[in-house]
């Protein structure tokens, strides 16, 4: 009857420690599901947050070309007159800055300097130069067109490098380890 007893407390012993050892085991392997979930959730959600930022970079560059684009057309002799051609520009730099703007929502904080770059070269001389001539009905005299034309070149030359400078930025950050990446 001892040995009966020692060996039912040997298979109850047995028993618990294999119950254990299974409850262990499968609490590991629901941890490294877990784990594994939540390295690929947040891939998915860092891949996500690139492609708004992308689409959010391409946006703006795409609006600081039309800029650069009208002030290049700005910077020549106007075939339908101040007005319209001004009115076209104002109209781009509003499409700019609206992308800005949405810059500021999506992008890294090292971004925006060189955005707002962009943005104050775009238009900071033409803009301030063609209001102060531009009423309706006064028609200008050639040196104050000259003064646009050279306002847009100049304006023209400094967007130019203020993108390039930006785009430099925008391909460091899209390259570079996403900020949910980092804090795992």
């Known amino acids: 009857m001892?040995?009966?007893?020692?060996?039912?407390?040997?298979a109850l012993g047995g028993?618990?420690?294999?119950?254990?050892g299974a409850w262990g085991a499968a609490l590991i392997a629901f941890k490294g599901a877990r784990y594994q979930a939540d390295r690929q959730s947040n891939a998915a959600h860092e891949?996500?947050?690139?492609?708004?930022?992308?689409?959010a970079y391409l946006r703006f560059i795409g609006d600081a070309r039309a800029a650069s684009?009208?002030?290049?057309?700005?910077?020549a002799p106007w075939e339908r007159g101040l007005e319209p051609a001004l009115e076209q520009f104002r109209s781009t730099w509003g499409c700019l800055?609206?992308?800005?703007?949405?810059?500021?929502?999506?992008?890294?904080?090292e971004l925006l300097l060189p955005?707002?770059?962009v943005l104050n070269a775009a238009g900071t001389?033409?803009?301030?130069?063609?209001?102060?001539?531009?009423h309706p009905g006064r028609t200008a005299p050639l040196e104050d067109l000259a003064q646009v034309h050279s306002a847009a070149r100049q304006d023209r030359d400094a967007v130019e490098g203020a993108l390039a400078h930006f785009i430099v930025c925008c391909r460091q950050t899209l390259h570079e380890p996403a900020p949910l990446a980092a804090q795992n």
């Open 69 to 75: 684009s009208e002030l290049a057309q700005l910077s």
């Open 125 to 134: 001389h033409t803009l301030a130069t063609a209001v102060q001539m531009a």
């Open 47 to 55: 891949q996500w947050l690139r492609q708004h930022r992308r689409d």
């Open 15 to 20: 028993g618990f420690i294999g119950a254990m």
């Open 2 to 10: 001892d040995a009966g007893m020692a060996g039912l407390i040997g």
């Open 115 to 117: 955005a707002q770059a």
């Open 97 to 109: 800055k609206a992308s800005f703007h949405a810059l500021e929502l999506e992008a890294p904080q």
